[in-house]
């Protein structure tokens, strides 16, 4: 008979659970994609997006779009100047730079010694894999 009496009462307990979160669910229903467009429109409007891409506010809030205080022309002119000093640097991610001197790369081998090498360490076993190089 006690048996049964906890059998019921946890029953019982766990429609009451049940019924709460199925309470909850109903309370904060998912809105409509009508809705989220409205907001996201109202928002746009409003300029609360943030700028899509990575660079956005990672806080989640809106950002003030970037504008350049120079002209067209100054900018032209200042990118003309650098580049007859030498101070541009090479198109990419890395450029063609020593990080370390900050000054071009130059191999001082020609390329018949770099394939030489190349052909001794493959001998020797010591080529690393592809994509397994040096990450500093």
Same mark, same amino acid.
């Given at each position: 008979?006690?048996?049964?009496?906890?059998?019921?009462?946890?029953?019982?307990? %766990?429609?009451?659970?049940?019924?709460?979160?199925?309470?909850?669910?109903?309370?904060? #229903?998912?809105?409509?994609?009508?809705?989220?467009?409205?907001?996201?429109?109202?928002?746009?409007?409003?300029?609360?997006?943030?700028?899509?891409?990575? %660079?956005?506010?990672?806080?989640?809030?809106?950002?003030?779009?970037?504008?350049?205080?120079?002209?067209?022309?100054?900018?032209? #002119?200042?990118?003309?100047?650098?580049?007859?000093?030498?101070?541009?640097?090479?198109?990419?991610?890395?450029?063609?730079?020593?990080?370390?001197?900050?000054?071009?790369?130059?191999?001082?081998?020609?390329?018949?010694?770099?394939?030489?090498?190349?052909?001794?360490?493959?001998?020797?076993?010591?080529?690393?894999?592809?994509?397994?190089?040096?990450?500093?």
């Amino acid at each position: 008979m006690m048996k049964n009496a906890l059998t019921v009462l946890a029953a019982a307990c %766990a429609a009451l659970i049940a019924q709460g979160s199925f309470a909850q669910d109903a309370a904060s #229903a998912p809105k409509t994609r009508a809705e989220v467009k409205a907001e996201t429109k109202a928002a746009a409007k409003a300029g609360q997006l943030a700028p899509a891409g990575e %660079a956005g506010d990672q806080a989640g809030g809106a950002t003030k779009p970037l504008k350049s205080t120079k002209t067209r022309a100054e900018r032209k #002119a200042e990118t003309a100047e650098a580049r007859k000093a030498g101070e541009l640097k090479a198109a990419g991610e890395a450029g063609d730079t020593n990080e370390a001197a900050g000054k071009p790369s130059k191999s001082s081998l020609t390329r018949a010694e770099r394939k030489a090498e190349t052909k001794e360490a493959r001998k020797e076993g010591k080529l690393k894999p592809a994509g397994e190089g040096d990450n500093k």
